[in-house]
């Protein structure tokens, strides 16, 4: 009897060593091994209403795994994460074991795409941008500056000039709104900063003017510490009730017929944004201007010059204070004289 019994006693140590053994190997291998993807990664989507079960079945179907399905819902389910998962786009790569899938869906570190909106762009090529990328869901079908302002809540102001520059990463699914009250956000901050601490003596009743101010510097170049320098001639010949005479906002008015050549007929052209028939600024922004345009704007350098020509030689500039030496140096750049 007590041989039977002390027999029964080991069997069941045994069974249960055993059990303890093949249960300790199978969650090492579950903790340890990786799943078979490629160098590229893995690129898997969790969709909303999507749990952990069928997760499991999707990567034992895929040949992800060749551990049994059920052990990735099983060790959710143990330790009480399996519905903390994040609905996403998500890139698998080599070397993640199933556990740390699991970590990287309940942390949501979903894939990142980017949209970089460039100084001297304008809102419609932004617009159009948005529009086009493949992971931005569309909710506004027409991307006009009207309906794109009215979504933000922003009913008859014109679109142009009120996206700030920047490369913005988002996740697959980010609407177009969503997208553009970011850029538009960040715009109206930086504006209100920079207004805040600009100097004096300035002949822009409202931020918005220095707005548009910054998108003409924008246009005229693309040298940094000229900038300053341009915004000093524009500043100066508003000061003095000249007209600004700045070909980018002639450009700008002739919209989609422009052909990439500026004639004398278009400078004499009426339109809203003629600078050559019209004093002042233009009615708005002629494009999307840098933080550093903004800056200059509102911080213009001291000096005398009035006129400025390009010189053909790495986009920069030469500035004139009387309108004789503008003359000679348009015969010099220009004509070639």
């Known amino acids: 009897m007590k041989k039977t019994l002390l027999l029964s006693m080991l069997t069941v ?15 090492e291998k579950f903790t340890t091994t990786p799943l078979n993807i490629g160098d590229e990664g893995y690129a898997y989507t969790v969709v909303a209403g999507t749990n952990l079960g069928k997760i499991s079945k999707d990567f034992s179907q895929q040949k992800l795994t060749e551990l049994p399905p059920f052990y990735l819902d099983f060790f959710g389910r143990l330790n009480g994460r399996s519905h903390l998962i994040k609905t996403g786009e998500y890139l698998i790569k080599p070397g993640t074991t199933l556990p740390q899938v699991l970590e990287q869906f309940i942390t949501g570190k979903v894939v990142q795409h980017s949209i970089a909106i460039i100084e001297g762009m304008t809102a419609q090529q932004l617009l159009q941008a948005v529009h086009d990328h ?10 006009d500056s009207k309906t794109i302002m009215t979504e933000l ?25 969503e997208f553009l009250r970011r850029a538009y956000q960040h715009m109206v901050d930086a504006l ?11 002949p822009y009743a409202t931020a918005y003017e220095a707005l548009i101010m910054a998108s003409i510097i924008e246009k005229e170049t693309g040298i940094a510490e000229e900038r300053a320098q341009i915004a000093g001639v524009f500043v100066r010949r508003l ?63 001291d ?26 140096a348009v015969r010099r750049y220009q004509l070639k004289r």
Do not use: C
Not at 247 to 272: A, F, Q, S, W
């Open 239 to 301: 000061q003095k009730g000249m007209r600004l005479q700045t070909d980018p906002t002639v450009i700008y008015g002739i919209g989609e017929k422009y052909d990439g050549n500026i004639r004398r007929k278009d400078l004499r052209t009426d339109t809203p944004y003629n600078t050559y028939t019209r004093s002042g600024l233009p009615p708005t922004p002629i494009a999307l201007a840098s933080i550093e345009s903004i800056e200059a704007a509102l911080h213009p350098a």
């Open 303 to 328: 000096g005398k010059s009035l006129y400025f020509v390009a010189t053909g030689k790495e986009g920069r500039h030469y500035f004139s204070s009387t309108l004789r030496e503008h003359n000679n």
């Open 192 to 202: 209100d900063a920079a207004w805040q601490n600009k100097a004096a003596n300035l």
């Open 153 to 177: 809540g922003q009913q008859g102001l014109y679109a142009e000039g009120w996206f700030y520059p920047e490369t913005y990463y988002f996740p697959s699914g980010t609407t177009d709104v």
């Open 134 to 143: 493949p992971a931005i869901t569309t909710t506004i079908a027409k991307p």
């Open 13 to 27: 140590v045994v069974i249960v060593v055993s059990t303890s053994g093949f249960l300790w190997l199978e969650y």
